[in-house]
């Protein structure tokens, strides 16, 4: 019998560093809850990352990896294909959990190569259009069309940004037009 969310293991732990509220945390929680503990998380540099990894504390409650912020898609393409190798591709899953930066920005060549290998990933981009190393800009790849970034002046928003905008979908990666 299937139990509901609210009955389920904790496998994401209270106590981490996240702010109040924080919807990256909520969703943490709620793919564990929605995953179960046979599960390998992957999530590079960004929100998460800083607040789940503090020295000698960590609220995962399951495998986690920490890589670089360019390389979550590989590293998880890695950790599948050992799974499959080992005949334990079935029975655990591999997600990775990555922001907007590494997904639409430094990490999009990785992700790329992913979806088009067909590895046996999830990938959830916690897009909190917060991109750091994007807020002097006033749009960027991830952004809605028509909707100024939280970090921009409004001033300077761009209405006619004619910057490629991507669509992550089952099967690949699509660029949209402007």
Known sequence: MKRSLDQQEELFAPGHRACPGCGEAILCRMVLKTTGRNVIVVSPTGCIETFTSPYLYSPWRVPW??????????????IAGVLKAKGMDKEIKVVVIAGDGATFDIGL????????????????????????ILASLDHHRASRQGVPRQVAPQEKFARDCRCPRYCLCGDGIYCLPP
């Open 65 to 78: 990896i920490h890589p670089l912020f360019e390389n979550a898609p590989s590293i998880a393409s890695g």
């Open 109 to 132: 060549g990785a992700l790329s190569g992913m979806f088009e290998r067909g590895d046996n990933v999830t990938y959830i981009c916690a897009d909190n259009e917060a991109y750091d």
